[in-house]
Every structure is written in C-alpha cells, then in structure tokens.
C-alpha cells in the first residue's frame, strides 16, 4: 500500500540554528500540505501544494519558514532560525490526483525538538 | 472563520462499552466533515466522513451522522476495543477555490481498558 513519507521521524535542534524536513508523497498526488501539530492540539495547515505552486501559505510564518515543490513531487519544509515555540509534530499530507475534496493521506510526522 | 470543537479528553472506558466524542463545528455553507484517527507513534488516519447534511459515515464499527440543524458530527461506537485507543480528531473541509485545507479540532485521547 503505497504511503507518504517523511524524513526525519525526530530531530532535536537547538535555539536559531536551521532545520529541514522532507516529505515523499503517495505518486500521482498533485496536492501536498505540511500542517503543525502542537501537542495536544489538532493540525494546523502551514502550506498547500498544487502541484509545484503553493495554494495558501496565509498561516506560514514568512519570516523563519520556506516551503518548496520544485518538481511538483517531493517536498522540503525549512525553519531559519528555530525558536523554541517552534518544537511540535510536522506532518505531510498528499491527496489527488486532481482539485478536489479527496482524502486526505498523512505521513508519519517529524516530531521536532528545538533546546 | 472555519472552526471544530470537539469534548475534552481524556476519556477511558472498559472494554465493550459503549463511546460517544461529541463534535461540533462552525462554518458557512455546507463543510465536509471528518474524523481522523491517530495511533501512538503513527500518523492521522481517516476513520470515517460525511459530505452532506443526514449523511451517515460508518467504518470499522464507528458511525458519525452529520446533523445540520445542531452543527454536530458525534462519534459513536457500540463496543469498544482495548485497540481502539488512540486519539480522535474531529475535522471539516470547506473549500474555498482550490483550497480543501482540513480544520481539526483539539483532539480526544481514547484509553480502553480490559
């Protein structure tokens, strides 16, 4: 069964040094979200992907984050400076293969620790 | 805006009895509604949707009916498993243009006990 992946699992990073997360869609998805899980809240959407062009980035923070889609395929999600409110789960989701409401299929997560 | 909420955790039940997880939402017009189910170390997983208004979502034994008229989407289960603990999380879609972003609720941690 075919599955997103995501790399790291766990990272631990200390205070204004940078960090990156990956993210492998199911193929043939066209649409790529990374949200952020505080613990012990639901998801949050950062960006969304249609294909290589991001759809809604309104709840990114600009200032630290950048997300890429370069190829319309795998995905890189980068903090610069980590702060410590920025520890929590980052997970990816990927669905398609068009626009449309279709489920939704998440990754493991990188659980990110920032000391 | 968009928003879900959905009862406080957590909640532990013995084995074979009956849940209820209450959600309910706020948005305009006719959302999607979901519920997404996440196992200890693991990712989110869709348990169960409703797309329309008295639609009935059903999987694995859970049902959720999406009700209207009371903004609700409560998950329900007749009889529990030790290996239905996990976390529960309500969800809505709305679409906006090409956006199908899903809002969550808070979450609510299941532990069954045998």
């Known amino acids: 069964e075919a599955e997103v992946a995501q790399s790291p699992r766990y990272k631990i990073t200390e205070k204004s040094q940078a960090v990156a997360f990956w993210c492998d869609p199911i193929?043939?998805?066209?649409?790529l979200y990374w949200y952020r899980q505080i613990l012990g809240q639901g998801p949050e959407l950062l960006v969304q992907?249609?294909?290589?062009?991001?759809?809604?980035d309104s709840q990114l923070p600009k200032d630290r984050f950048s997300a890429e889609r370069l190829k319309g395929v795998d995905s890189t999600l980068k903090i610069q400076p980590a702060e410590l409110g920025d520890s929590a789960m980052y997970l990816c989701?990927?669905?398609?293969?068009?626009?449309?409401?279709?489920?939704?299929?998440f990754g493991p997560g990188t659980r990110l620790t920032v000391t | 805006g968009n928003s879900v909420t959905q009862m406080e955790g957590p909640v532990t039940l013995s084995e074979e009895a009956f849940l209820t997880i209450n959600c309910t939402y706020t948005?305009?017009?006719?959302?999607?509604l979901f519920w997404y189910v996440q196992y200890p170390g693991e990712g989110l997983q869709l348990l169960l949707k409703?797309?329309?208004?008295?639609d009935k979502g059903s999987n694995k034994g859970f049902e959720a009916t999406y009700r209207k008229e009371t903004t609700s989407f409560h998950l329900e289960k007749g009889s529990v498993q030790v290996s239905d603990s996990a976390v529960y999380f309500c969800?809505?879609?709305?679409?906006?243009?090409?956006?199908?972003?899903?809002?969550f609720g808070k979450g609510t941690l299941l532990t069954v006990n045998p």
């Open positions: 948005a305009t017009g006719y959302p999607s």
């Open positions: 409703a797309t329309k208004a008295d």
């Open positions: 989701a990927s669905s398609g293969p068009g626009i449309g409401l279709y489920e939704q299929y």
């Open positions: 969800a809505l879609s709305k679409s906006g243009g090409s956006n199908y972003k899903l809002t």
């Open positions: 193929s043939g998805h066209a649409t």
């Open positions: 992907f249609q294909d290589e062009s991001v759809v809604d």
